[in-house]
DNA sequence: TTGAAATGTTAGCTATGGCTAAGTCGAAGA
DNA sequence: TCTTCGACTTAGCCATAGCTAACATTTCAA
């Protein structure tokens, strides 16, 4: 049953990386609306405190993802540029997916959400193919 | 943007919750092929050490979801089993769609393993139209 | 029947991600 | 200029989910 294992393994990893995932595509997506990324937009689009933002950031800090100074404006690194970039993608092609297969427009952003953290390439493939 | 706060609320939610719905139908699964459940078999499909069963098992007996004695084998509440069909209900619909759209058999299972906690029953009723 | 192996439990460590409360900084208005 | 208010940080709490190590119990075979 190591393949059985494996297969876990794998989820809880993409559970431990989904967090990750979402912060540095909402900080791209707040430097490309806003200009740039503060704590407190972070913190009120994913509804949780300031505190709770802080903490996260300086762990995308120590990963190498985010860079900033001390009560500026947070940046993404390339490392970070290129996660968001993938997320971001990712995000788009399962949404359009859902779309194309009837779920409402509400909804399919919802479950993409989660969903999007879980997608094989082959999966990922498989839905941009039929989305058209 | 309070809408996109409850989103990502939901999102944290499911994360959360799939814990606890990977070991309902676990035990379940393990009670149908094998006639009991055993710490030690859940340890070791899911890849982790039996002192983690022990610790996850424990919350789960708290939220009433599993009744065992000490040292003996695991069984499932009322809610517990109602829980491990909805999940097992779940992931059939979500590996027979993968399946359909010419993901790969073993893939199709391991993907659907992360998805499944994460679909609404808008986008879980789409799968089950579209896949026959 | 008894002792070793398998299984289960417990204690205690780490890291994460929530929170509140309190303190620090910076920018904008009186 | 100076003060104040909003934004950021820090400390410290809780719960979860991993781990190892040590201990308890059960089971099985010699």
Known sequence: ??????????????????LTDDYVEMIA??????????SVDIACRFGVTQATVA??????????????????????TDSGKAKAAD?????????????RIGVSPDIAERDAEGIE??????TLAAFARLSG
């Open 55 to 76: 903490k996260t950031i300086l762990r995308l800090k120590r990963e190498g993802l985010v860079a900033a100074e001390r009560y500026g404006a947070l940046h993404l």
């Open 117 to 122: 953290h879980h997608v094989s390439e082959e």
């Open 87 to 99: 997320a971001r993608a990712r995000h788009q092609v399962v949404v359009a997916f859902l779309k």
């Open 1 to 18: 049953m190591a393949e059985q294992a494996e297969g876990f393994r794998r989820s809880r990893e993409a559970r431990r990386n989904a």
């Open 29 to 38: 997506d707040l430097i490309a609306t806003d200009g740039e990324a503060r």
